[in-house]
């Protein structure tokens, strides 16, 4: 409980540096007036936005008039669309939610196994295999793999739009193309600490006293290995939401990764501010998430 | 380096790839359209953008249309005009006009729509196109009085253009954010559904006015979507479901019409490109731009033709003046600097850089032109340490400190009138880097003159001295590429505004 509680506590006191950090450097990069006035406007314009946003105040006065709002589920209006900053993203996070939890899923799906196959054979046919897959998920640039789907899969063979939202089709090749970049470090990670685990001594214990290899794979040696997978797939994860924009650039798929990425170039501050402190809770749920499951995963952490 | 190789493998590999298209959308009735860049607000008073203008052509109307083909201003909501004295015009409007939501169109929409938007208070976002006004009046039901704050000559430019009638009722009750979402209009197409900057869905308005000088709309449904990458753009066109994409890049655009697909029309902008020099010393009193001879060694050391050639293609040409060709008062006979780099780097010994200088060069788009730019400038002596900058970023550099030289480009807003480049950038504004007493005063003349002999004149004068001292070195004009199916019927125009109301179907 108090363990949970500590973390809770830390994890609030990061989303707080995080908006603050962010807000500063927002400020320092450019002049939000003259983005939103645009290419055509004149001095007197820009002079008019700055004040009439009041982007003349202090600093410190402007933060604390946006943490108070976003405390009470405010923020704001995006400068940019004139919309609430709260029904933007609302829509295109789920996009990106979507997204991230298949990615993470058709990862995790297909980089345990692999890793599994290859730690119980290491140097076999299925290790090199395994091995190649993994460097060529790392050494492909997504915005690549991603146009050679398309032109396999919607050019060529039509099965698949290349773009869009529509339907569950629209989603498949943006979530091989993310699942695939984060599938190499899992794979790793799980092949390095199956082999690591296959050679304990108390693996070796539960082949002497005759439990199935099934058994001694599954119940013994996976769920000591996969804990640093865990933990690594929270992060991935947070990546993944945050991290997206070459993916639902290329497929437009309009989520909250493309969005947050756009919004730095118009300095449509409101919208990027939220976005940062959306993004930072999903990194701190995650991590939390992962900490409870190891937790549960691995009686000996609990006490930390 | 990473968008080269995203064109250069997407495109071997559609060339392998595509072998037949389907042309549904004829069949459908629906133009699918894609646009590149995410539409703030479809509401026109609030955008700044492109996408914007587009939108706001094929929704609404404006008091007065100019044709294209031929420069003519013709009435569209009005009907006639008269000038009473040089700050007001009174209008005739027309009768039998509704909007999309069947509410008729009265004086009412006229001077609401005016006093809305001129009032800075409302904030409207480009200031510029309604700022000359002061108010409106209403002198009968289908009769309105226009007051200026000043004799503004491109009047008639501004009110055919990016002055739209809203209706009355309806923008008092939702606002720009509401009419952002569910646009009303009198125009030829009405919307159906917004997604904000994602996707738009338009329907042919059949009610619209017989005798609009935009013509009847001829295709049933307009599909626009925002789709950020222009490869996926191309996929989608290969795949069927787009059917008109544009501003695609130069050399795709090459291999798009060696494979005979697809029609591939090119067309000029409006937009030109130049180089900006800080000839007032802003950023120094020492700084090499200040003196005339390097400013002069500048325009000779670029091979302008070689650029437009190899980089820009299409229809962009080499401009000389300071403003874009067709536009009213844009002269371009005035002094024209050669590509001659021996006497740049004469020019620059003369002014005692016989070994040449170092000067930050800035730039915030078209990265391919502008270190071609500075290979030229190397190759005279002046070496450049380029730096490229967002947009906002280098545009606020500008107006607070001054750079000592800069890549710039202006597309007028797609006003073809002089003032909106010229009287933009040399009437002494914080982006003004010459900084002419004597160029202001004839600028002032030129903007607010009412005589069209006198207009040109004044301009004239303004950028035939700017060419001369070489306050900007005028490069080239921009062009833009569409890409479209071959079953549709469609024409560019040099303002880069697509009329979707003109387009049809073969």
């Given at each position: 409980m108090i363990y949970t509680l500590k973390r809770l506590g830390l994890a609030v006191l990061v989303a707080l540096a995080v908006s603050m950090l962010s807000f500063a450097l927002l400020h320092l990069s450019g002049d939000p007036a003259s983005a939103i006035a645009g290419e055509s406007a004149t001095d007197a314009d820009i002079a008019a936005i700055r004040a009439f946003y009041g982007f003349d105040r202090p600093l410190i006065v402007q933060y604390a008039d946006w943490l108070f709002s976003a405390l009470r589920g405010d923020f704001g209006e995006s400068y940019y669309f004139q919309l609430p900053v709260a029904q933007l993203i609302g829509d295109r996070l789920s996009i990106t939610m979507t997204l991230g939890i298949c990615g993470i899923s058709f990862a995790i799906l297909t980089a345990v196994p692999l890793g599994v196959a290859a730690a119980v054979r290491p140097n076999s046919m299925i290790d090199r295999m395994a091995l190649f897959i993994s460097v060529m998920g790392q050494a492909m640039p997504s915005f690549w793999f991603g146009l050679v789907?398309?032109?396999?899969?919607?050019?060529?063979?039509?099965?698949?739009?290349?773009?869009?939202?529509?339907?569950?089709?629209?989603?498949?090749?943006?979530?091989?193309?993310?699942?695939?970049?984060?599938?190499?470090?899992?794979?790793?990670?799980?092949?390095?600490?199956?082999?690591?685990?296959?050679?304990?001594?108390?693996?070796?214990?539960?082949r002497a006293k005759g439990a199935s290899e099934m058994r001694v794979m599954f119940k013994h040696a996976l769920r000591n290995a996969i804990i640093p997978v865990v933990s690594l797939s929270a992060v991935q994860m947070g990546f993944m939401l945050g991290g997206s924009i070459?993916?639902?650039?290329?497929?437009?798929?309009?989520?909250?990764?493309?969005?947050?990425?756009?919004?730095?170039?118009?300095?449509?501050?409101?919208?990027?501010q939220a976005l940062i402190l959306i993004f930072a809770l999903f990194y701190i749920v995650f991590t939390f998430l992962s900490d409870l499951l190891n937790a549960w995963l691995d009686p000996r952490m609990r006490v930390g | 380096m990473k968008t080269v190789l995203k064109g250069a493998s997407l495109f071997a590999l559609s060339m392998l790839a595509a072998a037949n298209s389907a042309y549904a959308s004829k069949a459908d009735d629906t133009l699918n359209i894609a646009f590149t860049k995410e539409l703030e607000n479809v509401d026109g008073y609030f955008n700044s953008s492109r996408e914007g203008v587009i939108m706001q052509r094929t929704v609404w109307d404006s008091?007065?249309?100019?044709?294209?083909?031929?420069?003519?201003?013709?009435?569209?909501?009005?009907?006639?005009?008269?000038w009473v004295d040089d700050v007001t015009l009174d209008l005739n409007l027309r009768k039998g006009v509704k909007f999309h939501n069947g509410a008729d169109f009265t004086a009412d929409d006229v001077v609401y729509t005016v006093n809305w938007v001129a009032d800075p208070s409302h904030g409207v976002k480009t200031q510029r196109n309604v700022d000359w006004m002061k108010s409106a009046e209403k002198l009968g039901d289908y009769k309105v009085r226009l007051h200026?704050?000043?004799?503004?000559?491109?009047?008639?430019?501004?009110?055919?253009?990016?002055?739209?009638?809203?209706?009355?009722?309806?923008?008092a009750k939702v606002g720009p954010s509401g009419m952002g979402q569910h646009p009303v209009g009198t125009g030829p197409y009405k919307v159906v559904s917004v997604e904000p900057g994602k996707h738009f869905v338009l329907e042919k308005f059949d009610g619209y006015f017989k005798d609009s000088p935009k013509g009847q709309a001829k295709i049933g449904h307009l599909d626009i979507r925002t789709i950020p990458d222009i490869n996926t753009e191309a996929a989608e066109l290969f795949s069927g479901g787009l059917d008109w994409i544009w501003q695609v890049p130069a050399d795709q655009a090459e291999k798009l019409k060696e494979m005979d697909q697809f029609t591939v029309a090119n067309e000029s902008t409006m937009r030109i490109g130049y180089i900006d020099m800080d000839a007032a010393g802003r950023t120094g009193e020492k700084n090499p731009m200040t003196d005339v001879r390097v400013r002069r060694a500048v325009a000779y050391a670029i091979d302008r033709q070689a650029i437009v050639d190899g980089l820009l293609k299409g229809k962009s040409k080499v401009v000389n003046a300071a403003c874009f060709p067709t536009q009213f008062g844009c002269t371009q006979d005035v002094t024209k600097y050669e590509y001659n780099p021996e006497k740049a780097k004469k020019l620059l010994a003369e002014a005692g850089y016989p070994d040449g200088f170092?000067?930050?060069?800035?730039?915030?788009?078209?990265?391919?032109?502008?270190?071609?730019?500075?290979?030229?400038?190397?190759?005279?002596?002046?070496?450049?340490?380029?730096?490229?900058?967002?947009?906002?970023?280098?545009?606020?550099?500008?107006?607070?400190?001054?750079?000592?030289?800069?890549?710039?480009?202006?597309?007028?807003?797609?006003?073809?009138?002089?003032?909106?480049?010229?009287?933009q950038f040399f009437k002494l504004g914080s982006l003004d880097t010459a900084r002419d007493e004597e160029i202001k005063k004839w600028l002032d003349v030129a903007d607010s003159s009412i005589d069209p002999e006198k207009r040109k004149e004044y301009y004239a004068k303004a950028l035939k001295k700017i060419a001369d001292q070489?306050?900007?070195?005028?490069?080239?004009?921009?062009?833009?590429?569409?890409?479209?199916?071959?079953?549709?019927?469609?024409?560019?125009?040099?303002?880069?505004?697509?009329?979707?109301f003109q387009m049809s179907w073969k």
């Amino acid at each position: 409980m108090i363990y949970t509680l500590k973390r809770l506590g830390l994890a609030v006191l990061v989303a707080l540096a995080v908006s603050m950090l962010s807000f500063a450097l927002l400020h320092l990069s450019g002049d939000p007036a003259s983005a939103i006035a645009g290419e055509s406007a004149t001095d007197a314009d820009i002079a008019a936005i700055r004040a009439f946003y009041g982007f003349d105040r202090p600093l410190i006065v402007q933060y604390a008039d946006w943490l108070f709002s976003a405390l009470r589920g405010d923020f704001g209006e995006s400068y940019y669309f004139q919309l609430p900053v709260a029904q933007l993203i609302g829509d295109r996070l789920s996009i990106t939610m979507t997204l991230g939890i298949c990615g993470i899923s058709f990862a995790i799906l297909t980089a345990v196994p692999l890793g599994v196959a290859a730690a119980v054979r290491p140097n076999s046919m299925i290790d090199r295999m395994a091995l190649f897959i993994s460097v060529m998920g790392q050494a492909m640039p997504s915005f690549w793999f991603g146009l050679v789907l398309v032109v396999i899969f919607s050019i060529k063979f039509r099965l698949l739009p290349p773009s869009g939202t529509e339907s569950w089709k629209n989603f498949i090749m943006p979530t091989v193309v993310l699942g695939y970049y984060a599938m190499p470090a899992i794979m790793r990670l799980t092949r390095a600490g199956m082999l690591d685990v296959l050679s304990a001594d108390y693996v070796r214990t539960a082949r002497a006293k005759g439990a199935s290899e099934m058994r001694v794979m599954f119940k013994h040696a996976l769920r000591n290995a996969i804990i640093p997978v865990v933990s690594l797939s929270a992060v991935q994860m947070g990546f993944m939401l945050g991290g997206s924009i070459v993916v639902e650039s290329i497929f437009a798929l309009h989520g909250a990764g493309y969005l947050a990425w756009e919004s730095i170039g118009r300095n449509d501050l409101p919208t990027v501010q939220a976005l940062i402190l959306i993004f930072a809770l999903f990194y701190i749920v995650f991590t939390f998430l992962s900490d409870l499951l190891n937790a549960w995963l691995d009686p000996r952490m609990r006490v930390g | 380096m990473k968008t080269v190789l995203k064109g250069a493998s997407l495109f071997a590999l559609s060339m392998l790839a595509a072998a037949n298209s389907a042309y549904a959308s004829k069949a459908d009735d629906t133009l699918n359209i894609a646009f590149t860049k995410e539409l703030e607000n479809v509401d026109g008073y609030f955008n700044s953008s492109r996408e914007g203008v587009i939108m706001q052509r094929t929704v609404w109307d404006s008091l007065m249309y100019r044709d294209p083909a031929t420069g003519e201003y013709k009435g569209n909501l009005a009907t006639d005009w008269k000038w009473v004295d040089d700050v007001t015009l009174d209008l005739n409007l027309r009768k039998g006009v509704k909007f999309h939501n069947g509410a008729d169109f009265t004086a009412d929409d006229v001077v609401y729509t005016v006093n809305w938007v001129a009032d800075p208070s409302h904030g409207v976002k480009t200031q510029r196109n309604v700022d000359w006004m002061k108010s409106a009046e209403k002198l009968g039901d289908y009769k309105v009085r226009l007051h200026l704050k000043a004799p503004f000559p491109a009047a008639f430019e501004y009110l055919s253009g990016p002055v739209p009638i809203y209706p009355h009722e309806y923008y008092a009750k939702v606002g720009p954010s509401g009419m952002g979402q569910h646009p009303v209009g009198t125009g030829p197409y009405k919307v159906v559904s917004v997604e904000p900057g994602k996707h738009f869905v338009l329907e042919k308005f059949d009610g619209y006015f017989k005798d609009s000088p935009k013509g009847q709309a001829k295709i049933g449904h307009l599909d626009i979507r925002t789709i950020p990458d222009i490869n996926t753009e191309a996929a989608e066109l290969f795949s069927g479901g787009l059917d008109w994409i544009w501003q695609v890049p130069a050399d795709q655009a090459e291999k798009l019409k060696e494979m005979d697909q697809f029609t591939v029309a090119n067309e000029s902008t409006m937009r030109i490109g130049y180089i900006d020099m800080d000839a007032a010393g802003r950023t120094g009193e020492k700084n090499p731009m200040t003196d005339v001879r390097v400013r002069r060694a500048v325009a000779y050391a670029i091979d302008r033709q070689a650029i437009v050639d190899g980089l820009l293609k299409g229809k962009s040409k080499v401009v000389n003046a300071a403003c874009f060709p067709t536009q009213f008062g844009c002269t371009q006979d005035v002094t024209k600097y050669e590509y001659n780099p021996e006497k740049a780097k004469k020019l620059l010994a003369e002014a005692g850089y016989p070994d040449g200088f170092t000067i930050d060069f800035y730039a915030y788009r078209d990265r391919s032109y502008a270190e071609a730019l500075a290979n030229y400038l190397n190759a005279v002596g002046i070496k450049t340490n380029f730096k490229l900058l967002q947009y906002s970023a280098l545009r606020e550099l500008r107006m607070k400190q001054g750079t000592p030289m800069s890549f710039q480009t202006w597309g007028s807003y797609s006003i073809n009138d002089a003032s909106a480049i010229v009287s933009q950038f040399f009437k002494l504004g914080s982006l003004d880097t010459a900084r002419d007493e004597e160029i202001k005063k004839w600028l002032d003349v030129a903007d607010s003159s009412i005589d069209p002999e006198k207009r040109k004149e004044y301009y004239a004068k303004a950028l035939k001295k700017i060419a001369d001292q070489a306050y900007w070195v005028p490069l080239f004009s921009y062009n833009a590429n569409y890409v479209f199916t071959k079953d549709l019927d469609y024409t560019p125009t040099t303002d880069a505004i697509p009329r979707f109301f003109q387009m049809s179907w073969k």
